[in-house]
């Protein structure tokens, strides 16, 4: 059975302020409630005027996507009862949004560019947030902060074009670069990017999974709904259209409500807002470069594999971090920082600001000249994120090498290491005379850990071979 998927992506805009008053959307870390007025509140007679640098960012969004504007928008209210929407409706665009018909590329499941489409691109104001306190499904009671309410959004709507969540999570991944590198949003806002994902399989109803908030969670929440539709179906059951949450700690999804139709919502024009006439503005708008432009460039200008090139370039940050020390050797800077820097970042969880590019180019330039070898030069970088954990300068590497003895030195001078390790492992010993190879690997990683990566991993080899052959230590 094909699976089919299509998304609804809402994007907070990083503006200054809201979409309709000047309350200020830099919440973050303050008391609940203390960013409002009667214009985001919805009270009576309080009337919206328009945030002219979200429309600049919507259509930033929509040339990017390749999207058409249209030469006439609209807003409108949508009317629904909820506890976070103090107006009980919610001014968005329904049948005359900004843009329509759009694009982006992704890799598809087969390694080929996919071209996903783009419905539609619309402005909104989001609802406040609700806090459940007591259980997730069985809450005691529940506040409600405001401050969210009328931050500015999009809503970028796909065509059903995925066709497996791993497609679902590629295509989150492509548009967060772009709208990161359209700078629009900031990704580190919670809830900046929330994800209504709609999924079926070919010839039965339509689920909709709501407001999943992270890239994992849309894949884990398309993962465990396909399988629960699949698992109806073959019980001759029938998936019924209904919405549903993810709830992300139990990694399932549970029944909400059934599905609203677009009549429910009587949607009518928003008669406090006129129409926008912004197709001329949008075509005056010149994008900064965008990561598929990027990361072709990086391969053409750098020699890079097309695999570090697309890591490289995936996030705005660390693409501009690579530029800054790719003069020291590209290939190595590619490797280093694509294949070591980011696997140690995340197993920290830290971002890649913590590191000062200069302190990184000057271990790349260690590493070329071959004063320090791979491994030592792990351990450098791991002392250097380490200092940048604890909030101390990160000193230079090569103070950190001769702090710790890390230079690099000639496999010879390690002969002892050698027959310790052969002294202390004679079951390896006695595997590798009998024809295992892996034991050797074994004994070479034992006098690597033992000289701390100061020889140079070949020259040990040797050294190794050299000494088990002779039969110097038994």
Known sequence: MQVIIGLEVHCQ????????????????DDQPNTHVCPICMGLPGALPLLNRRAVEYALRVAKALECE???????????????????????????????????????????TEKSIRITRVHMEEDPGRLVHVGAADRPRYSLVDYNRSGVPLIEIVTEPDLRSPKEARRFLNVLRATLEYLGVFDPDREGSLRVDANVSL?????????????????EKALTYEITRQKNLIRRGQTVERETRHFQEGRGVTASARSKEME?????????????????????GIVLPEL???????????YGISANHARTLTGELSVADFYERVAHVDPLLAATWVADTLLGELNYRCIDIGILPPERFAELLMLLKSGTITDRAGVEVLRVMLDQGLQGREIEPPAAIVEQQGLAKAAGSA??????????ENPQAVKDYRGGRKEAFNYLVGQVMKKTRGRADPKEIRELLKGTLQQGEVE
């Not at 339509?206 to 849309?218: A, D, H, L, Q, T």
């Not at 990561?291 to 200008?301: D, E, I, T, V």
């Not at 390690?414 to 002294?423: E, K, L």
């Open 13 to 28: 805009l990083n503006t200054a302020t809201k979409l309709f008053c000047g309350c200020s959307t830099d919440y973050r």
């Open 69 to 111: 504007v249209l030469e006439e928008s609209e807003f409108a209210r949508k009317n629904y009862f909820y506890p976070d929407l103090p107006k009980g409706f919610q001014i968005t665009q329904y049948d005359r949004p900004l843009a329509v018909r759009g694009h982006l590329e992704i890799e598809g499941e087969d390694g």
């Open 291 to 301: 990561p598929a432009a990027r990361r072709a460039r990086c391969m053409r200008q």
């Open 202 to 218: 070919e010839g039965h109803e339509r689920v909709e999974v709501k407001n999943i908030s992270s890239y994992k969670g849309v």
């Open 414 to 423: 390690f002969a002892d290491a050698v027959r310790d390790v052969i002294g």
């Open 263 to 283: 009549h429910d919502y009587r949607y009518f024009p928003e008669p406090d807002l006129l129409p926008l006439h912004v197709r001329g503005w949008a075509d």
